[in-house]
Nanobody, 116 residues
Framework: QVQLVESGGGLVQAGGSLTLSCAVS????????IGWFRQAPGKEREFVAS????????YYADSVKGRFTISADRSKNAVYLQMNSLKPEETAVYYC?????????WGQGTQVTVSS
């Protein structure tokens, strides 16, 4: 069974940076897409960024372009989200998400709190 484990969340001041990590228990294949979503209190879960392994192509929500960077380390079966210039409204639980031919998988989430 595939498991995704996020880490790296925490409390940061507005304008600060955090790097989230997602460790995947199974091999990530080149056809897979892995990314990050976030869910703030009282709001729907929203897309943040994703990376397609076979081409290394990355995709970002407009709200994070230029500030967030998604990357992957195949040797470690891990994906990272570097977040810079964080804003208080980006306080949310951040989830790792993996899309495979066999289904979709979610991590348990990691809390990111940005203080003003």
């Amino acid at each position: 069974q595939v498991q995704l484990v996020e880490s790296g969340g925490g409390l940061v001041q507005a304008g600060g940076s955090l790097t989230l990590s997602c460790a995947v228990s199974a091999r990530i294949y080149s056809s897979n897409v892995i990314g990050w979503f976030r869910q703030a209190p009282g709001k729907e879960r929203e897309f943040v960024a994703s990376i397609r392994y076979n081409a290394g192509r990355t995709y970002y929500a407009d709200s994070v372009k230029g500030r967030f960077t998604i990357s992957a380390d195949r040797s470690k079966n891990a994906v990272y989200l570097q977040m810079n210039s964080l804003k208080p409204e980006e306080t949310a639980v951040y989830y790792c998400h993996l899309v495979t031919l066999g289904g979709n998988y979610w991590g348990q989430g990691t809390q990111v709190t940005v203080s003003s």
